[in-house]
């Protein structure tokens, strides 16, 4: 009977710890790019749950003026809320700064700038700044961005550049074709699927085609201009101006002799704002 009530209760500890964790980790705010109007900012700030004392942290390591991306991200959030918000501006010199880490860590939203989603990375992977990121979400923290601050969420992470032949055109791809696809590492917050921003307007159906080949077990999301995905967990919620894309599930995957994809089918649904859906694969 004690063998009993200690299996029960390690088997219950393990539910409850797990649901625990489950409740106290934090949203993911996505935003596909382009304008971010009052409505979509007041989604991210009822998201993030910001009591009057909590503050915000800006990340704008992504572009190549963090006051710019400061004064455009502070002149939409006064729409919404009054919160302090701190613009972090991290350096590879700056990245054992404790003040500014411990200051990373307890924010409350942590929002990524867009710009060059290469260039954040290239400062952050690795670093105590990627460690205190991930501290602040498993406390219950908002990570939000937008653009390149959209496409460093995934573990897998598109760079956007284009490998093979007339890599010229930077908006889409040219070709459906093997070993076309850069991909480098992300900040891993999303790790069963890999993020596309400005998905709509710029007709990126081609890189996320040529994402799900490479990676057919992952989910795929294209996320339009003004729009985002609120993820907790593996459950996704649509909100904004225009419309999400997921793929999944090709089937029949193949590669010809001439290195172009193809498949028999293949899993595509589009929402709106308002529509839920799950990112399991």
């Known amino acids: 009977m004690k063998q009993y009530l200690t299996a029960l209760f390690t088997v219950l500890t393990f539910f409850?710890?797990?649901?625990?964790?489950?409740?106290?980790?934090g949203n993911l705010f996505i935003i596909g790019g382009g304008d971010r109007p009052a409505s979509l900012m007041q989604e991210?700030?009822?998201?993030?749950?910001?009591?009057?004392?909590?503050?915000?942290?800006?990340?704008?390591?992504?572009?190549?003026?963090?006051?710019?991306?400061?004064?455009?991200?502070?002149?939409?959030?006064?729409?919404?809320?009054?919160?302090?918000?701190?613009?972090?501006n991290f350096k590879s010199s700056d990245v054992t700064n404790k003040k500014w880490l411990d200051s990373l860590e307890n924010a409350k939203l942590i929002f990524i700038s867009g710009g060059d989603q290469e260039r954040f990375m290239k400062i952050v992977l690795n670093t105590p700044v990627y460690d205190a990121i991930h501290k602040a979400y498993q406390k219950g923290a908002t990570i939000s961005g937008s653009s390149a601050g959209a496409a460093v969420m995934s573990k897998l992470m598109i760079t956007g550049n284009e490998l093979v032949g007339d890599t010229t055109l930077k908006s889409t791809f040219r070709k459906l074709q093997d070993k076309n696809l850069d991909i480098k590492p992300g900040l891993g917050l999303l790790t069963n699927a890999i993020i596309?921003?400005?998905?709509?307007?710029?007709?990126?159906?081609?890189?996320?085609?040529?994402a799900i080949a490479k990676y057919p077990d992952l989910a795929c999301i294209g996320i339009d201009e003004s729009t985002a995905i609120v993820v907790n967990g593996n459950n996704v919620k649509v909100v904004g101006e225009s419309q999400v894309i997921v793929m999944k599930r090709p089937v029949e995957l193949k590669v010809t002799d001439r290195g172009l994809i193809k498949m028999k089918d293949l899993q595509l649904s589009i929402f709106t704002s308002g529509d839920s859906f799950s990112i399991t694969n």
């Open 16 to 25: 409850y710890g797990a649901g625990y964790a489950q409740v106290t980790k």
């Open 44 to 88: 991210m700030v009822a998201t993030s749950l910001l009591k009057p004392t909590d503050y915000v942290v800006l990340l704008p390591m992504s572009g190549l003026n963090a006051d710019t991306s400061f004064y455009y991200f502070n002149q939409d959030m006064k729409l919404v809320c009054n919160n302090v918000i701190a613009n972090l």
């Open 196 to 210: 596309d921003q400005h998905f709509v307007v710029r007709s990126r159906y081609n890189r996320l085609l040529s």
